[in-house]
């Protein structure tokens, strides 16, 4: 009866402390890379959000600018925001909003800029003479391109 106790208690084995710390380890190792992609994700997801922003004002704008006969004296942020209620005017916490709209050159076209809250890349499209113009403006290296380009 005794000899039959002893091959049972030899028989279960357990994980040594070695084992389990070599475990959390690569797990560890495994979360470090990880998690700042996961990060890098939201940021774009921001840019992306206002760069939807921007095109959507820039549509707006140019609704205005057919309404009222071509001219684009309209264009402000105000009106957009009245135009098209999706839009956010104001920043309200940590969301995108239309941060500028206005005329330019006495009517020759538009201009309609946004920002990225965690990047605080900034999105801008110009209108002129029918030429439009995307551009970015990054105050560290998100924007393709460098510290400004176009998207």
């Not at 039959?4 to 470090?32: D, M, P, Q, S």
């Not at 707006?60 to 957009?80: M, R």
């Not at 920043?91 to 206005?102: D, I, N, Q, R, V």
Request: proline content about 3%; hydrophobic content about 35%; overall charge positive.
């Amino acid at each position: 009866m005794r000899h039959r106790r002893n091959l049972h208690t030899k028989g279960e084995a357990g994980f040594t402390l070695i084992e389990l710390l070599v475990v959390i380890l690569i797990i560890g190792i495994l979360a470090a890379i990880a998690i700042p992609s996961f990060l890098n994700q939201k940021a774009k997801a921001n840019d992306a959000q206002a760069k939807e922003l921007v095109r959507t004002a820039q549509t707006t704008a140019e609704t205005l600018a057919s309404d009222n006969n071509g001219s684009y004296k309209e264009v402000t942020v105000a009106k957009i925001g009245e135009v098209e209620k999706s839009i956010p005017t104001s920043e309200a916490g940590k969301t995108t909003y239309l941060k500028k709209a206005s005329e330019i050159e006495s009517g020759a076209g538009y201009e309609v800029e946004t920002e990225s809250p965690t990047s605080k890349d900034t999105f801008k499209i110009t209108s002129k003479a029918g030429v439009v113009t995307r551009s970015c403006t990054s105050p560290a290296t998100g924007c393709k391109g460098g510290t400004s380009g176009t998207w």
